[in-house]
């Protein structure tokens, strides 16, 4: 029977990538009438690798080595490539953060494949097992469907694109893989910098309030912080906003920043490139704010204002502190 | 130090939805109209080598494209600041889905260049395949680190920062290597002097031949989403009345 296999690289608990990377998997195992499999790693897997179990994953291929206790792309590559090996998979899911983003195109090109990476939806045929994976191109403006035929395909899963997996009760089986050899990380970490966020998370905020080239200038984002604070919600940006150096680079939102899907989406002096709407399209609610009523953003948004911000955004806040 | 830097000549990816179409009966874009730029990340990843060579002595900076003569363009912009050196690996068949054959003829002039360090943008702004510069660090052989916003000589290598998915890290490594760039305001391209601009047009721009190999992904189809979303636009005199009438409307939606 041929296998689905989803490379978590969590330790100790399933992230909501990985229960998204699970949760895509075992449709696609379901399509293709497959087994669903995941590859867990690390110095301890044994946690991992049940609650991969418990959501779905019957059976579980562990790389357990201290050298793996965190993550590094050379020692998981060549962990994965291992389990590769062993299990000859005929899907490799990953999904678009960070390691997946370089895992999956490295992985694929030792197994002799092309990745497909960000993909967004698929369909798979039983009888010929091959499936078609859908993945924007063109930034958003078109949609490509690429026919992934040769064994395995190595795909990468836009983030928030898929339902997580949801807990079953069924029992896994655990297969332990041995790498001939883990490289030792070629790089000396010098130094982690974790961003700590007073308030909410961007990515996991009910409202987001983000800014873009049109609020002129770093000192104009406090009014975006305010009324983000006042709804319990977190402050995002466009692109360029982020490269005239307004705000850190982890508030970016779009195709190469953070994927949000809030209640409220308020753009706010944000032209809608679709490269930024990439990241915020599954939003209940957009509202934008622009004084140009030709802006592209207004074609994407359900609410919008036409006007300055200037002129807006202080009225509205009066307007939610009276609520509160 | 020879810095390699990867640069792909693109459709303008600016160009706004409404004016996008695909060639009649074909799985590609039209181009004709269209603006042909440099793609964005490798703008950065060209203004990141540009100021490690500031700070190495005896560094180089060699531009290299992969496509048709026409792609000389992005050399042209990368000579007018003040790549060292220009080359263009030719490769006639268009760009769609075809990051692992690039990857190898960009494997095979950094080769024939004798490059330490090879930067390249994270995804090119046409086709987003988010693959070439990890692709091209297995086929060298050589460690590769992704999302990178900066480089640095340090004491015992290259110090490179780059993007986690929340918060940064710093990371020493030895050349060869091959680091994928990702934007930041520290690595927005700078601008180029009318004069430097000037004299680009007669710099020669070297070529080096690679045989292709590998193959593509199997494009099925290319389509252009249709949006169906109709934006209500809160009416208003003034910015009160308009505020007002937005938060009426998110409270009706239940979104509030
Ligand atoms: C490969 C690739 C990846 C990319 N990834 C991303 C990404 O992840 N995220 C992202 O955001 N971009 C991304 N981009 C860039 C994207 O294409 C756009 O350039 C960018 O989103 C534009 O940012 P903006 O809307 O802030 O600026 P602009 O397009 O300049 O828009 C500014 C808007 O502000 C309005 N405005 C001006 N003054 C006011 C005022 N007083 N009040 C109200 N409105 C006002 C203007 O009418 C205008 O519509 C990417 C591009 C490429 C090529």
Not at chain 1, 180 to 187: Q, R, S
Not at chain 2, 235 to 245: C, R
Request: charged share 20%.
């Amino acid at each position: 029977m041929s296998l689905v296999l989803t490379c978590l690289f969590d330790q100790g608990s399933l992230s909501r990538d990985s229960l998204e990377a699970l949760g895509a998997g075992k449709s696609i195992a379901a399509e293709l009438g497959a087994v669903l499999a995941a590859a867990v790693i690390g110095a301890e897997t044994g946690a991992i690798g049940a609650a991969a179990g418990e959501y779905g994953a019957s059976k579980i291929y562990a790389v357990q080595d201290a050298a793996l206790a965190q993550y590094y792309c050379e020692g998981y590559l060549a962990a994965l490539e291992a389990v590769c090996r062993e299990c000859e998979p005929a899907v490799v899911l990953f999904v678009t953060n960070a390691p997946g983003r370089e895992m999956a195109p490295r992985l694929a090109k030792r197994l002799g494949r092309t990745a497909l990476v960000d993909c967004l939806s698929f369909n798979a045929d039983k009888e010929t097992g091959s499936i078609v994976f859908t993945k924007p191109v063109f930034g958003g403006k078109a949609m490509a469907q690429v026919a992934m035929s040769d064994a395995p395909a190595v795909v990468a899963l836009r983030r928030r694109s898929f339902e997580p997996a949801r807990p079953e009760q069924a029992a896994a089986e655990t297969i332990q893989v041995k790498p001939p050899a883990i490289p030792p990380n070629p790089f000396k970490l010098i130094e982690r910098v974790e961003e700590q966020t007073a308030g909410v998370r961007l990515e996991d905020a009910r409202v987001v309030v983000s800014g873009g080239q049109g609020l002129g200038g770093p000192e104009n984002f406090a009014l975006l912080e305010e009324l983000a604070g006042l709804l319990g919600g977190a402050v995002g940006a466009s692109r360029v906003a982020v490269d005239s150096g307004w705000v850190s680079s982890s508030k970016q939102v779009g195709q190469t920043g953070k994927i949000v899907a809030p209640d409220i989406y308020l753009a706010v002096g944000i032209s809608g490139a679709c490269q930024h709407l990439a990241g915020c399209s599954g939003s209940k609610v957009i509202v934008a704010v622009n004084t140009d009523p030709e802006a592209p953003i207004f074609g994407a948004a359900r609410l919008g204002v036409v006007g300055d911000y200037k002129e807006v955004l202080p009225p509205l806040i009066e307007k939610v502190k009276e609520m509160a | 130090m020879q810095i390699m830097v990867c640069l792909k000549q693109i459709l303008d990816p600016e160009l706004p939805p409404r004016d996008f179409r695909l060639e009649k009966g074909e799985m590609t874009p039209a181009a004709e109209g269209v603006p042909l730029v440099m793609s964005s990340f490798d703008q950065n990843a060209l203004e990141v080598g540009l100021q490690l060579r500031e700070k190495m002595a005896g560094a180089t900076v060699t531009a290299v494209t992969v496509g048709p003569e026409g792609a000389e363009d992005v050399l042209r912009k990368a000579l007018a600041v003040k790549a060292d050196r220009a080359v263009r690996v030719p490769l006639e068949q268009d760009s769609k889905l075809s990051g692992g054959i690039v990857a190898g003829l960009l494997a095979g002039a950094a080769r024939e260049l004798g490059a330490d360090l090879v930067l390249c943008g994270r995804q090119a702004g046409d086709w987003d395949g988010g693959q070439v510069g990890l692709i091209l660090a297995e086929e060298l052989g050589w460690p590769g680190a992704n999302l990178v916003t900066g480089i640095e000589p340090g004491s015992g290598g290259l110090v490179l920062k780059c993007e986690l998915d929340e918060g940064y890290e710093v990371l020493e490594g030895n050349a060869p290597l091959v680091a994928v760039v990702t934007n930041h305001e520290t690595n927005v391209l700078r601008i180029a002097k009318v004069k430097d601009t000037m004299a680009a047009m007669r710099k020669k721009v070297e070529q080096i031949n690679v045989a292709p190999q590998g193959g593509r992904l199997e494009l099925a189809s290319l389509e252009i989403p249709v949006k169906e979303v109709n934006c209500e636009i809160i009416p208003g005199e003034d910015g009160v009345e308009k505020a007002d009438n937005l938060f009426k409307r998110l409270l009706e939606l239940k979104v509030l």
